[in-house]
């Protein structure tokens, strides 16, 4: 593909390769005393992946706020984008496994390199793995303590598919967090009002009004 330039006395010339170039965005966020730098790569074709979504920003200060012991905890991190929740789960001490689409993984994997301790990584290095919803779930265990989920429910034809996944990884009780943002034209709203509590407990642990985002908590039904 070539790119014609406008005219050359134009401060801002138009090319039309401009905006497919990829760039990247580092930004440090702190949680738990703990100093993660985030790239965010945007024009790769990551779409919705690229972003630190605030969504997640929200599930890491709630996991502070409350003190959520995540320390020594097996935990899987679905549609984990830049990966930015579980690697500081991973950091205080949580044994992580992060999962998206394969596209993602590149992303997810040069964030974990990126915030790998100066004394290495408490418990272990963090697994990055593709996950599809609903087709490739049955090759994880379901030995997991917590199962996170940061604005990933924007999707209606993939919340039975996600619901299907996670009542395999929730089998032996783990339990999932989930932080969204309420948006009505993606019914999301629905997805907590209906899909979800279809097989789980949910419970809404904090609502923000401002950024109009939820964080949920939720448990395989015994029924299940």
């Known amino acids: 593909m070539t790119c014609a330039g406008a005219i050359d006395d134009d401060p801002f010339p138009v090319d039309d390769c401009l905006f497919a170039e990829t760039f ?14 985030i790239r ?50 991973a950091r205080l001490g949580a044994v992580v496994t992060l999962t998206d689409l394969p596209l993602t993984l590149p992303q997810i994997q040069a964030n974990v390199s990126a915030n790998m301790p100066s004394s290495g990584w408490p418990t272990t290095l963090p697994t ?8 490739d779930h049955m090759n994880f265990s379901s030995d997991w ?6 604005d990933i429910i924007y999707l209606p034809e993939t919340y039975p598919l996600l619901v299907e996944t996670l009542a395999h990884l929730c ?4 339990v ?39 964080i949920y908590r939720a448990s395989l039904r015994k029924d299940q």
């Not at 920003?57 to 579980?86: D, N, P, W």
């Not at 089998?171 to 783990?174: C, I, P």
Request: with cysteine.
């Open 176 to 214: 999932v967090y989930l932080s969204s943002k309420m948006r009505k034209e993606h019914e999301t709203p629905g997805f907590y009002e209906e899909c979800l509590p279809s097989r789980f407990n949910v419970e809404l642990v904090h609502r923000d009004d401002n950024q109009n985002i939820n």
């Open 145 to 150: 303590d917590l199962v996170l989920c940061a």
């Open 171 to 174: 089998k032996n009780r783990a």
């Open 128 to 135: 990055v793995l593709p996950l599809s919803w609903g087709e």
């Open 24 to 37: 990247s965005q580092d930004t440090v966020f702190t949680f738990f005393g703990q100093e993660l730098k």
């Open 40 to 89: 965010q790569v945007f024009g790769a074709n990551l779409g919705v992946a690229a972003p630190v979504w605030e969504a997640a920003l929200h599930l890491c200060r709630y996991f502070e706020e409350q003190s959520v012991e995540l320390r020594g905890k097996r935990i899987m991190e679905l549609g984990a984008g830049t990966g930015v929740v579980g690697i500081l789960a």
